[in-house]
């Protein structure tokens, strides 16, 4: 089941940053929490993933609090083409040597001109 | 470097059918695991492989089955198609065992169409 809670959707004005919160209370201390977006019909595409150290890469912030229970992904520029449906997954043993994902229904960011 | 590439786009099978999907992971990426989306949710694990193994499974009936050959390529086969199975599948690969650490990149999907 999803360990993760997101808004259900969100709008972010073009050229502004895009602050998308994510609670996981429950998470435990080996469990990342990874960021994907899926824009309408194609696969999830990778943003970012972190343990407990806010982490930057080229397309994405990711800032965890101090206790691990929340998370917030940044945007920092908005674009049109940034309209997506963000997941928020805590990636958690799931047996037999396997980390999968499991995805909750996500944020859909719309972003306005 | 090509992503992770499925086979076919989109396709329609009648109920009772059988279907075979096809990915090919990243260039060096050993782990293939297949994902079930339903339109309005959000993606369901059904299987993972590492080094051709099966090292979990998602809760799927035995109608479903998959298997991953020694370049790596995996493909997944859906036996007794039924009307829900309509779905976009996804195939997704990592690099090295699956630890949390380590990236899960997905292909664009494959398209089932039940009728």
């Known amino acids: 089941d999803a360990k993760t809670t997101q808004p259900t959707s969100m709008d972010c004005a073009e050229g502004r940053a895009a602050n998308l919160p994510c609670n996981h209370s429950?998470?435990?201390?080996?469990?990342?929490v990874y960021w994907y977006r899926q824009i309408h019909s194609q696969g999830p595409q990778y943003i970012i993933h972190?343990?407990?150290n806010n982490e930057t890469n080229e397309m994405a912030s990711l800032i965890i609090t101090e206790d691990r229970k929340s998370s917030t992904l940044i945007l920092p520029h908005a674009t049109l083409r940034d309209t997506a449906v963000y997941y928020c997954?805590?990636?958690?043993?799931?047996?037999?040597?396997?980390?999968?994902?499991?995805f909750g229904k996500g944020t859909k960011l719309s972003v306005i001109p | 470097d090509a992503g992770v590439t499925q086979s076919p786009t989109h396709l329609i099978k009648t109920r009772g059918q059988q279907v075979t999907l096809r990915c090919s992971p990243i260039?060096?990426?050993?782990?293939v695991s297949w994902y079930q989306q339903v339109l309005g949710q959000g993606p369901q694990f059904i299987f993972q492989y590492y080094e051709k193994e099966e090292r979990g499974r998602g809760n799927f009936p035995d109608r479903f089955s998959a298997r991953q050959f020694p370049n790596y390529s995996s493909e997944l086969n859906v036996n007794a198609l039924l009307l829900g199975d309509s779905a976009l599948y996804l195939c997704?690969?990592?690099?090295?065992?699956?630890?949390?650490?380590?990236?899960?990149?997905f292909g664009e999907g494959s398209w089932l169409t039940v009728v």
């Open positions: 997954i805590v990636r958690a043993y799931s047996g037999a040597g396997s980390y999968q994902l499991t």
């Open positions: 972190g343990l407990k």
């Open positions: 997704a690969s990592s690099r090295l065992d699956p630890t949390p650490g380590n990236t899960i990149y």
């Open positions: 260039s060096g990426h050993k782990s």
């Open positions: 429950t998470i435990s201390g080996n469990e990342y």
